[in-house]
Antibody, heavy 118, light 110 residues
Framework: QLQLQESGPGLVKPSETLSLTCTVS??????????WGWIRQPPEKGLEWIGI???????YYNPSLKSRLTISSDMSKNQISLKLSSVTAADTAVYYC??????????WGQGTLVTVSS | QSALTQPPSASGSPGQSVTISCTGI?????????VSWYQQHPGKAPKLMIF???KRPSGVPDRFSGSKSGDTAALTVSGLQAEDEADYYC??????????FGTGTKVTVL
């Protein structure tokens, strides 16, 4: 059974960089059938698509976050990562790691809450 | 890219049907058949209910169905059950490997 587990600091200071890792078990991120991505949800608000990475390493980002965002993968560790720089309170959210197939996210991690505060 | 428009709330009695709309524009919902729907219970991660407009993943009851006409997609839940009470989000491919979510709809089972 595929499992995705997000990890990283739960508290980040304003202007610093938010860094999260998603460890995938029960499947390989190097499969060319899928893509992997991040989605976030501010408290009491809706879902926001952040970006995706393909097995080839190609990345695609939400235009509103593109200038601050880096998504990467480590095939040897079966992990994907997210880095969001110059964070503000507006970046406070639950961040989900997902697997994508046919335009949909069919597997989700449990999510991790990141709070931006001094 | 702007969020897809969903009604904030919808409701129905047990056994009834409820339909949730998801309105986009010609460059997202209207141009691609990559519309998906997610169910989210409080404190939980979203769960994929419908992909490619009307396909159900294995394990999703056939009470859930999806459709699309022009720039608007819809999710219908038939035979409402108490456990269907949740937030529902649509999502669409928006071209250039970008995706957009809907604003979300809270479904209440009366």
């Amino acid at each position: 059974q595929l499992q995705l587990q997000e990890s990283g600091p739960g508290l980040v200071k304003p202007s610093e960089t938010l860094s999260l890792t998603c460890t995938v078990s029960g499947g390989s991120i190097s499969s060319n059938n899928y893509y992997w991505g991040w989605i976030r949800q501010p408290p009491e608000k809706g879902l926001e698509w952040i970006g995706i990475i393909y097995y080839s390493g190609s990345t695609y980002y939400n235009p509103s976050l593109k200038s601050r965002l880096t998504i990467s993968s480590d095939m040897s560790k079966n992990q994907i990562s997210l880095k969001l720089s110059s964070v503000t309170a507006a970046d406070t959210a639950v961040y989900y790691c997902t697997r994508g197939l046919l335009g949909a996210s069919d597997y989700w991690g449990q999510g991790t809450l990141v709070t931006v505060s001094s | 890219q702007s969020a897809l428009t969903q009604p904030p709330s919808a409701s129905g009695s047990p056994g009834q049907s409820v339909t949730i709309s998801c309105t986009g524009i010609s460059s997202d919902v209207g141009n691609y058949n990559y519309v998906s729907w997610y169910q989210q219970h409080p404190g939980k991660a979203p769960k994929l209910m419908i992909f490619e407009v009307s396909k159900r993943p294995s394990g999703v009851p056939d009470r859930f169905s999806g459709s699309k006409s022009g720039d608007t997609a819809a999710l219908t839940v038939s035979g409402l059950q108490a456990e269907d009470e949740a937030d529902y989000y649509c999502s669409s491919y928006a071209g250039s490997n970008n995706y957009v979510f809907g604003t979300g709809t809270k479904v209440t089972v009366l």
